[in-house]
């Protein structure tokens, strides 16, 4: 081994020595290392010139040459791992991907929220439920949502079953988005149905414009694999460190090390501690990476982020997360987004509407208001419209499931209605129908960009 690639392993480590927050709670240290020790002998979940494809994808959207279209679930469950529900999601990312490309005028990233997204930061270490108190369901990487002593009791060999189960998932977005199943044409017909059933003008105004142009393209005989396949990619929050440093890898065509678990990872609003271990280790690795910003961030925290994550300033490699709340974006947002650009740091700005807009309803559930999460969104077009910056993408929490979890939108969900279908086992998600209506309303805000 030569004394740079000795160099960039004892770095990959130097995390060990650092503060971790929202670490599993493993009480058995060999079984700890036993999984570790079968990640690093297992193949790559991605590859490094995907990352690196990606990348250049994400500094386009940060100079406004291309928009991000990142969603998926809150959590991804081993028993969610399967064909039916891997394609409606992809299904429904795919539909808001056509109407938001018609809305910017400019390609759209395709960032799925999956093939990871196994493990979640909690608020609170245990959780009550009438005399018993258990550990907190973190994540189906970590224990299991079952409220019992033994499921949620933090078991490593469930690191080895979120990479299985990530690979499967990977290779059916593999399967579904190259082999036909995207193409541009059937997309559209999806959409036409949203259209029909919801019966909205403002909604049937642009689908009725796109069809135009798709019988222009028909006429003129397009028939191209850019109408056929997609470019979409996997991302998580990387969470679990073990199990990222266990997945990175040294590139042999650079010598550099790629977090090999996803295409995009990003450092939570709960991990992005500037001396911890979180930042260290994701400094370190060459993928595009995020970080998410709550209402409490300074201009200092974003600044030392780009130093410590992008000194190079690399167009595409760092994007800011920004999840204020609907009630704080449009004062809390603007002194970041003006440092960073003062400072010249190339960051690529996402709206996450979803996690700053959480409340309990009385009947228990945990939702979020349909108006609220639009709210946000506007406000994050304002602001950088003020400013004369880019919004560069959306982050949402969503499946391609009928399910009954954020109150409103045009089917009026209401309080009473959340017990109908509500299925997340962590926070709640847009619906199918719910995802269609942000992505014609995004598409709006867009076209007035």
Known sequence: MDERARLVLDGLDAWRG??????????????????????????PLVFAGECDDLQARLAAAARGEAFVLQGGDCAETFTGTNADDIKDRIKTILQMAVVLTYGASTPVVKLGRMAGQFAKPRSNNLETRGDVTLPAYRGDAINDYAFTPEARRHDPARLVQAYHASSATLNLIRAFTMGGFADLRQ????????VGNTAKARYENMARDIDK??????????????????????????????????????????????DVSGHFVWIGERTRQLDG???DLLSRVRNPIGVKLGPTTSTDDVLEL????????????????????????RDAL??????????E?????????????????????????FDDIIDELRGFFEVHKALGTVPGGVHLELTGSDVTECLGGYERIDEEALATRYES?????????????????????????
């Open 334 to 343: 603007p002194p970041l987004v003006e440092a960073v650009a003062e400072a």
């Open 425 to 449: 086992v962590c926070d709640p998600r847009l619906n199918h129908q719910q995802s269609l209506e942000v992505a014609f309303l995004v598409a709006e805000m867009l076209a007035a960009r």
């Open 213 to 258: 142009a798709m019988k222009f393209m028909a006429a003129c005989g397009a028939d191209f694999d850019a109408l056929r396949t997609v470019a979409f990619y996997a991302s998580h929050e990387a969470l679990i460190l073990e199990y990222e440093r266990a997945l990175t890898r040294i590139d042999s065509r650079t010598g550099d090390p790629y």
């Open 277 to 279: 271990a979180h930042v």
């Open 187 to 194: 997309v559209h017909d999806w959409n036409r149905g949203f």
């Open 345 to 369: 740091g190339q960051v690529l700005w996402i709206s996450d509407p979803m996690h700053g807009n959480g409340f309990e309803s009385p009947t228990g559930y945990k939702t979020r208001q």
């Open 306 to 329: 780009i130093d410590k994550l992008d000194p190079d300033r690399e167009p595409g490699r760092l994007t800011f997360i920004s999840r204020m709340g609907a009630g704080r974006i």
């Open 18 to 43: 650092l503060p971790a927050a929202q670490q599993p709670d493993w009480d058995d240290p060999a079984a700890v290392q036993r999984a570790v020790t079968t990640l690093k002998a297992s193949p």
